[in-house]
């Protein structure tokens, strides 16, 4: 088996930051996901990565930019916080798109 | 439209009866993942499923990929079934990615 941590759980930020998101899995999986909860909704794509350094453009990836630095970590940055946002990120990882695991997710508030 | 229809939309049910959830495809669907959504957010795995049929205790699941649906049945419901059930299917246009149903909220009542 084995595990997806997701930090921070809590994030809040003022309008206009920039604010970091950080994912690692210990599966060796090589896909990685960033995905956003709206509350009471479904999961929406905002990036992924087929492998070490590669980067792929989700559904909602504006106003987001991530990094794959290695194969066990994938970062996402939202690059300008708007006012009263509120979702969950969710991260996740899967064998070359197979079965996707989940993290425990980040929940951000912009005040 | 929606490419992932999820139905019913909420449903609640006296503890230790059965139901069935459904997801509606249209796209060409590959692959169906269900999942349960806690109350926590935490999102457990609950079938992979290529077209077929899988069984995992109370629970059961079918993947019918030419008349583009899935469905989740659930026995013996216990007050630990509830939470948001999601099912999520592989697109045939890319094999990475999934397009996920907006859930179904399931209530079960003592």
């Known amino acids: 088996g084995g595990i997806i941590t997701q930090t921070p759980k809590f994030l809040i930020g003022q309008e206009g930051q920039k604010l970091t998101l950080k994912c690692q899995q210990n599966?060796?999986?090589?896909?990685m996901y960033w995905y956003r909860q709206d509350s009471g909704k479904g999961l929406r794509l905002i990036y992924y990565?087929?492998?070490?350094?590669?980067?792929q453009k989700g559904d909602l990836s504006e106003g987001y930019d991530a990094s794959r630095e290695k194969k066990s970590s994938f970062s996402l940055t939202v690059t300008s916080a708007q006012k009263n946002e509120m979702a969950v990120f969710l991260c996740?990882?899967?064998?070359?798109?197979?079965?996707?695991?989940f993290g425990p997710g980040t929940r951000l508030t912009v005040l | 439209g929606d490419k992932v229809k999820q139905s019913p939309s909420a449903l609640s049910l006296q503890e230790g009866t059965n139901s069935a959830l459904r997801c509606n495809f249209s796209?060409?669907?590959?692959?169906v993942q269900w999942f349960l959504q806690n109350p926590r957010g935490s999102l457990m795995n609950l079938f992979y499923?290529?077209?077929g049929t899988k069984e995992n205790g109370r629970l059961k699941s079918a993947f019918d990929s030419k008349e583009s649906y899935s469905t989740l049945h659930i026995r013996d419901a216990q007050l630990e079934d509830s939470g948001t059930y999601f099912c999520?299917?592989?697109?045939?246009?890319?094999?990475?990615?999934?397009?996920f149903g907006k859930g179904t909220h399931l209530h079960v009542l003592p």
């Open positions: 996740a990882s899967s064998i070359s798109g197979y079965e996707q695991y």
């Open positions: 599966f060796n999986h090589d896909t």
């Open positions: 990565s087929i492998t070490e350094n590669d980067l």
């Open positions: 796209i060409a669907a590959t692959t």
């Open positions: 499923l290529v077209p």
């Open positions: 999520a299917a592989g697109d045939d246009t890319n094999a990475y990615k999934v397009i």
